[in-house]
Every structure is written in C-alpha cells, then in structure tokens.
C-alpha cells in the first residue's frame, strides 16, 4: 500500500513540474516548442491546453466564458470539471469555426472534422497513448 501512495506523490509531483514546463513552452514563438508544450500536456491527456490556453483563456480571462477561471466561491472539484469539459468544447467550437471560415460553409462535413480538426488529432494521440499504457502495462493501469 506504501507504494501505491509513494507512485501517486510522484506521478502528481512530475505531472504538475511538467505541465509548468508545458505551460511555459506554448507561449514560445517556435513551432517545436509548442510541439514540445503540447506534448507535456498529452501525457496527462490535456493536449487541447495548446489552443484553449491562448485563443480561449487569454482572450476571455476572468468572464464567463472562461472556463479555465474559477468562479467566486466554486470549490476544486466544481472548478476541475467545468475547466476540463468547458475547455474541451469551447476548444472545439473554435475548431469547427475556423474550419467554417477556412472553407467559408455554414456546415463542416464528418471528413474535414476527420482530417482537419486538431481536436480529432489530440483524441487520436489520446486514444493511441492509452492503448500503448494498456499493452504495455494492462488494462488496471488505464484506469490509475
């Protein structure tokens, strides 16, 4: 059981030094540092932080339609969920938006969501990445 607990400090430790890192790296000029920032982020499978980050959080700070801002008086847990499902829809409204504009269409079909959308790729990475842990590791580690 010691180890159990000794695994989950250290995994929460590097995933937190790491997404500092990651955080760090996304806000730099460079494509392979972005590349490097959102690849930090995918091993906790938060890879959609690379555009929420600056095109959702940064333009909408501390309003509404933030959801990477905790609301006065909302505990951890309110907040972890709401960041985490907000920040993954506000992330691929703005997808399918910028595909609409790109193709300038009131609709954007199932093979342009497929081959264009980035969130469809983090998903795939996501995806990829779980199966590598359950192959690797079985399938009781996917869900530590």
Known sequence: MGGFWLFTFVWGYMAG???????ELIHKKEQYNKGLGMWTFSK???SHFLLEHSSGHH???????DS??????ENFYAFAIRSIVGG????????VCRLQVKY?????SVYTHLTENRMTYFAALHFAILGIIAKVFGQRAILF
Not at 59 to 65: G, H, M, V, Y
Request: some cysteine; aromatic content about 6%.
């Open 88 to 95: 993954n829809l506000n992330t691929w409204r703005r997808e």
């Open 59 to 65: 333009r909408n700070i501390a309003t509404p339609e």
């Open 68 to 73: 990477a801002t905790a609301r006065l008086g």
């Open 104 to 108: 300038e269409c009131e609709r954007v």
């Open 44 to 46: 906790i499978l938060y």
């Open 17 to 23: 030094v790491n997404g500092l890192a990651g955080h």
